[in-house]
Antibody, heavy 120, light 107 residues
Framework: EVQLLESGGGLVQPGGSLRLSCAPSGFTFSSFGMSWVRQAPGKGLEWVSVISSNAYATYYADSVKGRFTISRDNSKNTLYLQMNSLRSEDTAVYYC?????????????WGQGTLVTVSS | DIQMTQSPSALSATVGDRVTITCRASRTISTWLAWYQQKPGKAPNLLIYTASSVQDGVPSRFSGSGSGTEFTLTISSLQPDDFATYYCQQYNSYPWTFGQGTKVEIK
């Protein structure tokens, strides 16, 4: 059974940093692209970032470019999202998601999400 | 960036109704479109990809169609488990973008 378990969320002050982790199981992690998608309270889904299976390619939403960094350690079966210079508008539930196909474009498995709250 | 616009933003329907949700892209995305269902407090669930391919395990009452800039998600006979919010997502060009969502409520 495929499972994705996010961790690392919490309360952080504006301008602060946080690192999210996602621990997958039930599939060969190194064979699939992975993404982070977020959802602000009461709002819709916002795609944040994607990383290819071999970590050679990464892409970001304009709203986080230059502040967030996606990475992965295939030897440790872990996906990361390093978030710096956090703003109140980054407050959201952050989901990690597994890409279904080779284009890394859409997602067939999602974690339960981890809440990030940016507030003083 | 490609903007995705869903209509309606919300609808009220009865069990057994045929429901159609539309998603329009600000420029052509071929068939690089997915649909998701999300229930309150839960992660999204993939329903449709490449505009019309049904994900494994998704009931046959769900179908998708369209290409270019206009797409539809159809639920042929609404069931109690289908009351949820539905999102389209384009993956033609980065950054991937979602529609704003369509909430399907009980009439």
């Amino acid at each position: 059974e495929v499972q994705l378990l996010e961790s690392g969320g919490g309360l952080v002050q504006p301008g602060g940093s946080l690192r999210l982790s996602c621990a997958p199981s039930g599939f060969t992690f190194s064979s699939f692209g992975m993404s982070w998608v977020r959802q602000a309270p009461g709002k819709g889904l916002e795609w944040v970032s994607v990383i290819s299976s071999n970590a050679y390619a990464t892409y970001y939403a304009d709203s986080v470019k230059g502040r967030f960094t996606i990475s992965r350690d295939n030897s440790k079966n872990t996906l990361y999202l390093q978030m710096n210079s956090l703003r109140s508008e980054d407050t959201a539930v952050y989901y990690c998601a597994k890409a279904k196909g080779p284009g890394n474009g859409f997602y067939d498995y999602w974690g339960q999400g981890t809440l990030v709250t940016v507030s003083s | 960036d490609i903007q995705m616009t869903q209509s309606p933003s919300a609808l009220s329907a009865t069990v057994g109704d045929r429901v159609t949700i539309t998603c329009r892209a600000s420029r052509t995305i071929s068939t690089w479109l997915a649909w998701y269902q999300q229930k309150p407090g839960k992660a999204p669930n993939l329903l449709i990809y490449t505009a019309s391919s049904v994900q494994d395990g998704v009931p046959s009452r769900f179908s998708g169609s369209g290409s270019g800039t206009e797409f539809t998600l159809t639920i042929s006979s609404l069931q109690p488990d289908d009351f949820a919010t539905y999102y389209c997502q384009q993956y033609n060009s980065y950054p991937w973008t979602f529609g704003q969502g369509t909430k399907v409520e009980i009439k």
